[in-house]
């Protein structure tokens, strides 16, 4: 199958993502935006451009049979869907493939099995993965709940069967809240997902999530691409992503990776896919989802493993043999990902819109910026406040570490409040630089008080430096000349 063009359905730093590569293959590209994202990078980015609507998403970038006209109109042979939006809408991908144009992610049936939570767990029970203690089966009884609660013990988790992003979920630390809190995920589940089915799983206390990323084609070869680290979130949801994680074995590393592997071959994946998992503080390591769709924090497994993940999608989607085995891949150093939100660190991580009248990326050697934003523009409050995303490599962990936070001074914005600062604090934060956290990380160490007396400390080491600097200028201006 030839694709000599690709529309993206998607906007920002991930359309840009995805044209790159398109773009390095020779194929034609096409930007789609709403009526606030006329002058937006990724639209100048590609060859061609539509306006698809109104600026809330439900308005443009949401509208799938529009964007269907679009690439049919424009004769494009197929649609990548980035992430968020539509990416993991089976419908949609089925409705791109009716109409005779390449979906580039999995087939729909893997979407609607792997998109909610108990038909992923059931896919993939004749694999002996390890599972979160608990049930897979919907539940709204009360009283059933509680007995199945005190079966598997508290602290438990009620989860939304169709859920994501933290949305629908809550941890129930004892009998008498259970009733309130399975009222409030049931309500929450519906109101995000129009689904209320919720279910309940043993709450595992202290632990890491670790995902792997998996890539396969249409004759049988599926791969894994090794594990990211993302235990550093805020409201359920990834800040600072790694590869490789500090904790695991190679040993471990195999395991998980062969799980993952068998994951993918449940719902016969096709195309780029990660499989989450929970590692408890045993390092026992259990299944939680599947992502049918590219991540957010794919660059850091492009770094380490010298693979560009989206050429491979388009690869597969063309037809391809993936021409990657598992043998062929290692690791190669360490990469860190700091997901640049518009958001306030300091008053709860609040979306932070305005106009960017000074921003400034990082540059040099080890350091990528997946952007979406230039200087000048103002931040729309229709989508999601992801800015960019800043991604270093390094040998070593230390060494990535450390060109990060180097970066992070480098990195210049001004006319909103972002999560630079946040990524500094955790650069600087004991815990993170040992690798002995989890997914408490903010909830344990971080809080506004604590970034405040970090800017204190830092400007009164700047301000020393500046006094030393002083002092031995004034030296220099009194040594007698011969």
């Given at each position: 199958m030839k694709i000599k063009k690709i529309l993206v359905a998607n906007r920002g730093e991930i359309a840009i993502r995805v044209m790159t590569t398109a773009k390095k293959m020779g194929i034609k590209t096409v930007a789609i935006y709403s009526t606030i994202d006329r002058n937006a990078p990724h639209v100048r980015f590609a060859d061609e451009a539509v306006c698809v609507g109104e600026a809330p998403s439900n308005k443009s970038y949401l509208l799938g049979d529009k964007i269907i006209a679009v690439a049919k109109e424009l004769h494009v042979d197929a649609i990548h869907p980035g992430y968020g939006f539509l990416s993991e809408n089976a419908a949609f991908a089925k409705a791109v493939t009716d109409s005779n144009i390449i979906f580039i992610g999995p087939e729909p049936t893997a979407i609607e099995i792997m998109g909610n939570k108990l038909a992923a767990k059931d896919a993939v029970k004749a694999y002996d993965i390890p599972m979160v203690p608990g049930i897979d089966e919907a539940i709204t009884d009360v009283e059933k709940a509680k007995i199945i609660a005190n079966d598997i013990g508290f602290p438990i988790l009620i989860k939304a069967a169709a859920g994501g992003g933290g949305k629908g979920m809550r941890i129930v630390n004892k009998d008498a809240e259970l009733a309130s809190q399975m009222k409030l995920a049931i309500s929450e589940a519906t109101a995000a997902f129009g689904d209320g089915s919720v279910f309940i799983e043993k709450y595992v206390s202290s632990p890491r999530h670790i995902e792997i990323q998996v890539m396969a084609d249409n004759y049988g070869n599926t791969v894994h691409l090794f594990e990211r680290e993302c235990s550093i979130q805020r409201r359920h949801q990834k800040v600072v992503e790694e590869a490789p994680s500090s904790v695991l074995t190679p040993a471990l590393r195999e395991a998980m990776g062969t799980a993952a592997v068998q994951v993918a071959k449940a719902c016969d994946y096709r195309g780029a896919g990660t499989v989450e998992f929970l590692l408890d503080d045993q390092h026992n390591f259990y299944f939680l989802e599947m992502n049918t769709r590219l991540q957010v924090e794919h660059p850091v497994t492009e770094l380490i493993t010298g693979v560009d993940l989206v050429e491979?999608?388009?690869?597969?989607?063309?037809?391809?043999?993936?021409?990657?085995?598992?043998?062929?891949?290692?690791?190669?150093?360490?990469?860190?990902?700091?997901?640049?939100?518009a958001e306030d660190p300091l008053n709860d991580f609040l979306p932070s819109v305005g106009n960017l009248s000074t921003y400034v990326l990082p540059e040099g050697k080890g350091i990528r910026?997946?952007?979406?934003?230039?200087?000048?523009?103002?931040?729309?409050?229709?989508?999601?406040?992801?800015?960019?995303?800043?991604?270093?490599?390094?040998?070593t962990r230390e060494e990535a570490i450390e060109l990060l936070s180097s970066a992070l001074d480098d990195y210049k914005v001004v006319g909103a409040q972002t999560t630079l600062a946040f990524g500094k604090f955790v650069c600087e934060h004991e815990a993170f630089r040992s690798g002995n956290f989890d997914t408490h990380f903010v909830k344990k160490y971080y809080s506004p008080e604590a970034l405040k007396k970090q800017y204190e400390e830092e400007a009164k080491i700047a301000a020393l430096i500046a006094v030393k600097q002083h002092i031995q200028e004034q030296h220099i201006l009194r040594l007698p000349t011969s």
């Open positions: 491979l999608q388009i690869r597969v989607a063309r037809g391809e043999v993936l021409p990657i085995k598992q043998e062929d891949l290692t690791i190669k150093g360490h990469a860190l990902e700091l997901r640049v939100y910026v997946d952007n979406g934003f230039e200087q000048g523009m103002d931040i729309p409050i229709y989508y999601d406040p992801m800015l960019s995303k800043l991604i270093v490599y390094g040998d």
